[in-house]
């Protein structure tokens, strides 16, 4: 060790105050603000939510602070129950559709040049730019029992009678499909646009079939795509209500109208704050399975 | 014509198909808005059905009161939750990509909560807090809701911009002479600028169109215009209401025109 | 006599548990062209970025004129740096990037139009002044860098690596234009490259660095003729490096034996039994056909390689090393598989003391 001359000491103290100054207030500056409005609205929130779940409710719909488990009995209960696996078997049955039919129409704007490619995705934002209310309205009017698309089923004699299509299930689903296919096509896009040309080049002088290739090379290394449009399509299905309210017309229920009628005319907040938990914990399960196969890179939305 | 051989006609037929399929998939998506677009001019007090056309709508909306107002109740809170959120953003997305402390991990799992998650989720969880603390709900509830959303969006956008370089460009600007403010503001934000811009728009249209949020955490006077449309589909929606959205779609692809054409004008001119 | 204007006094750097630049002093000195010489890692960059302002010395007193400026932001020092990716402001017209820091200390537009015109002249850049830095080529970008840099008439303009994206040709037209700009405007230059080559064109000092510690500064001459340690023997030019013993020492001459045999070299400071090394520079070896007096150094040619300048000749030797000989002309009697013995004028090669890690 070195012996250092005198005054260096205090010269050193000086410079650690000058670089705490110097690195934390700008680290402060530009940081903080975020980190404080995240912790204060999400957080807090969040650790709020779980709390309140397992809180019980008072005769006149107020909140008793009494620990009990009655919101998650309610969720066995039966109704509750089928409602949930309705909510799943729709966002599943969304989900698997707009992957089947977004990752072709992925790979036919990636194999576009990069300037047309742009233009064709800034036209498929255009829709998510809109009014998602007016859009599932318009489906209600194409719809209905008067329809134009009963008027020309019935026109071409496909049908004797009209069908009813407006508050079904499978109309809802159709509803949920136009809204999230967006969300599924664009990181689709993303992952199959990074693929390098050489590597379809390399499988095909090894003497792989086109479909061989698909299969073998371009599937699996695009997977964190597919896997980035599940979770973009699959847990906003679960937790939306506005495609069920409007397109369901409130015959159709799902996790999303419970949860929120739970906070309105219902006024149990229990057991909305527990349908709550459950869609954190399904999402928490699925970010968990997609960490260990990949990265969370910026899910480029826009 | 020459003869095509067995894969360049497989090639061909797998071609347009391909140029079909993305046709119906673009026809899916936009039938609703050219719908909303085409019943705009019917002439019926509700659209439930087709009884005519008619351009009174563009007229009327004006005088729709209820209307006006939740647009400009819409307007206000979304330009302030655009420029609260691009500020927070963008402050936010250069300190963590630059800085290390505690915590840093948390905040960045953290900001991917609101888009992840489903809105409701969101929303209830807000409301709970603000009701046990007492605050009326209002404007204020719904800009922070909207804020709350935005701000991972523009931090996730933003970040995508900045490029690894930005550091040196940062030291080039102070070894010049240029203290960390100016910097910042000659070098660093230009620098980011269109991620900036990306951010300012995409959150304004987050905030102008979002229902669940402004729903939940809505005071009982005024609401926007996605809350009152909402609140029609009981008793059906009047025409106006599609002129309205129509202009607003115009005028939004307009804006995008526009900021592209500059763009490219703006490349040619310095091209000198 | 020239003045300092750059001292380093017994400055350190770490980063974590990594001392990067140990002890280092060093006076550098107005008006010349110094390089610090190195291999990746050995702490160059650092030593210049403490200069600048955008690292801090763990350790130790950096003056910049005579005044201290450990505690000085870079945007307070009088000293300016061209980065190694040139680091132009990508949003801004050749014109605005040059005229920078002028605008930062609010020159009156007149005097920045004038300037700039000038420093754009004199990097040649002239008609460029509305271009965008996505325009330029790399070449044209260094220069820009340059003149941005030079504009605001630093004492001390610091350079890292700025030529190390360039291709050959340019690289060494950019060497001679630099040189000529430091000379017209006898401003300080310290810069920073890890090729050998370049150091020794420009420079009239050379700092030879190696895992933070400055192994030998002196001239090219200096360095290239008399290496001080076998590190700046092998890194400067080719050297052939024996690892032997003195057995005799007879007035400055050295009698050394090695593991590929004897030889003699000319020397002082060296004690009977030591252990030290002798560099010989591959175009000063001779082959012959049998040992010269005080030489015993057998060896059989390997292979011919065609250099376009040079023939070099590769020589494995009895204890299994390989050296190099260089000459500007093939030797027509001279094949692969010939056993030769090798020789040297004594002054010729360079003895080196032992280096202690």
């Known amino acids: 060790m070195s012996k250092q001359p005198s005054g260096t000491s205090d010269l050193q103290a000086i410079r650690r105050k000058r670089d705490m100054r110097r690195k934390t207030i700008p680290a402060l500056a530009q940081a903080g603000p975020v980190s404080i409005w995240m912790i204060l609205f999400v957080t807090l929130p969040m650790l709020f939510i779980i709390y309140i779940s397992f809180m019980s409710r008072g005769v006149f719909g107020d909140v008793v602070y009494q620990f009990s488990l009655e919101s998650y009995q309610t969720l066995l209960d039966a109704t509750y129950f089928k409602v949930i696996l309705k909510s799943l078997k729709a966002a599943l049955l969304t989900t698997v559709l707009c992957l089947g039919l977004g990752y072709p129409f992925a790979y036919y704007i990636a194999r576009k040049p990069p300037e047309v490619a742009s233009r064709l995705i800034m036209l498929i934002m255009i829709p998510f730019w809109t009014n998602s209310l007016m859009r599932l309205n318009s489906w209600l009017l194409l719809f209905q029992t008067s329809g134009p698309v009963n008027n020309f089923l019935q026109w071409t004699g496909l049908v004797d009678r009209p069908i009813t299509f407006i508050y079904t299930d499978g109309l809802v689903v159709l509803g949920l499909i136009t809204n999230m296919l967006p969300f599924a096509v664009l990181p689709l896009y993303s992952s199959i646009e990074k693929l390098q040309k050489s590597l379809l080049e390399a499988s095909a002088d090894l003497g792989a079939t086109p479909s061989q290739t698909f299969f073998k090379v371009t599937l699996p290394l695009t997977f964190p795509g597919i896997f980035s449009a599940i979770i973009l399509v699959f847990i906003p299905s679960l937790g939306i209500y506005t495609v069920s309210d409007i397109l369901g017309g409130g015959k159709v229920l799902y996790i999303g109208n419970i949860i929120k009628n739970q906070f309105g005319s219902i006024r149990n907040w229990p057991l909305g704050a527990a349908l709550s938990v459950l869609l954190l914990v399904i999402t928490g399960l699925l970010i968990f399975i997609y960490t260990r196969f990949a990265k969370i890179e910026d899910m480029e939305v826009v | ?272 | 006599m020239a003045e300092s204007i750059v001292s380093l006094i017994d400055v350190e750097k770490r980063f974590g548990s990594n001392l990067v630049v140990r002890k280092m002093n060093m006076e550098i000195y107005e008006g010349e062209f110094l390089t610090l010489l190195g291999p990746s890692g050995c702490g160059k960059t650092t030593t210049l970025r403490m200069i600048a302002g955008f690292e801090d010395a763990t350790s130790g007193i950096i003056k910049v004129q005579g005044e201290r400026v450990e505690n000085k932001e870079p945007y307070q020092r009088d000293v300016n740096t061209v980065f190694q990716n040139y680091a132009l402001f990508p949003h801004m017209t050749v014109f605005d990037n040059v005229a920078y820091g002028l605008t930062i200390k609010k020159v009156p537009k007149d005097e920045i139009r004038q300037r700039v015109a000038e420093m754009l002249e004199l990097v040649q850049l002239t008609d460029y002044e509305r271009r965008k830095p996505d325009e330029l080529s790399g070449g044209q970008k260094q220069r820009v860098a340059i003149a941005r840099a030079l504009i605001n008439r630093p004492k001390v303009l610091l350079l890292d690596e700025p030529l190390g994206a360039l291709d050959l040709k340019l690289r060494k037209q950019m060497q001679i234009e630099l040189k000529r700009l430091q000379k017209k405007l006898g401003i300080t230059f310290v810069y920073v490259t890890h090729d050998q080559e370049e150091a020794l064109t420009m420079s009239d000092r050379i700092a030879v660095m190696n895992a933070g510690v400055i192994e030998q500064l002196g001239t090219p001459m200096e360095i290239y003729d008399h290496p001080l340690t076998r590190f700046v023997a092998g890194f400067i030019g080719e050297s052939n490096i024996f690892d032997g013993t003195v057995t005799a020492v007879e007035g400055d001459l050295l009698r050394v034996d090695t593991p590929a045999g004897k030889l003699l070299t000319r020397g002082s400071g060296f004690a009977v039994g030591e252990e030290m090394h002798v560099s010989i520079r591959p175009e000063y070896l001779e082959a012959g056909e049998r040992n010269a007096d005080g030489f015993d150094l057998p060896a059989r040619i390997k292979d011919f390689t065609y250099m376009g300048t040079v023939v070099k000749t590769a020589l494995d030797m009895a204890d299994g090393t390989e050296l190099k000989l260089s000459r500007f002309e093939q030797d027509a009697n001279a094949h692969e598989g010939d056993k030769v013995y090798l020789s040297w004028r004594p002054e010729k090669s360079v003895p080196i003391k032992k280096s202690h890690t």
């Not at chain 2, 691009?86 to 936010?92: A, C, K, M």
């Not at chain 2, 009701?131 to 509830?141: R, V």
């Not at chain 2, 949020?213 to 449309?229: D, E, Q, R, W, Y």
């Open chain 2, 1 to 272: 014509m020459a003869k095509l051989s067995k894969v360049q006609r497989h090639k061909r037929t797998a071609a347009i198909l391909g140029e079909v399929y993305a046709i119906l998939i673009y026809a899916v998506l936009y039938i609703p808005i050219v719908v909303m677009m085409v019943f705009s001019f019917n002439d019926q007090r509700y659209n439930y059905y087709w009884n005519g056309f008619t351009t009174q709508w563009y007229g009327k909306l004006f005088h729709n009161s209820a209307l006006i107002g939740s647009l400009w109740y819409s307007l206000i809170i979304a330009v302030l939750a655009t420029v609260i959120s691009v500020v927070i953003g963008t402050l936010g997305a250069l300190g963590l990509k630059k800085y290390e402390f505690h915590g840093k991990k948390l905040v960045n799992n953290m900001l991917y909560v609101p888009i992840i998650v489903p809105e409701i989720v969101l929303a209830v969880a807000l409301l709970i807090i603000f009701m046990n603390l007492g605050l009326s709900l209002g404007m204020g509830s719904i800009l922070i809701g909207h804020c709350t959303f935005c701000i991972p969006y523009a931090v996730v956008t933003i970040k995508g911009r900045i490029s690894g370089d930005g550091d040196t460009l940062e030291e080039a600007s102070m070894d010049l002479g240029a203290n960390r403010i100016q910097t910042f503001f000659r070098v660093t934000l230009p620098s980011i600028m269109p991620g900036v811009m990306s951010a300012a728009f995409l959150s304004f249209t987050l905030s102008v169109d979002d229902v669940v949020m402004s729903n939940m955490l809505a005071g009982a006077k005024n609401s926007t215009l996605p809350v009152l449309i909402l609140s029609m589909n009981k008793s059906g929606i009047t025409p106006d209401v599609n002129a309205l959205t129509t202009i607003m779609i115009l005028v939004i692809v307009a804006g995008m025109l526009l900021s592209n054409g500059v763009k490219a004008l703006v490349k040619r001119r310095s091209a000198v």
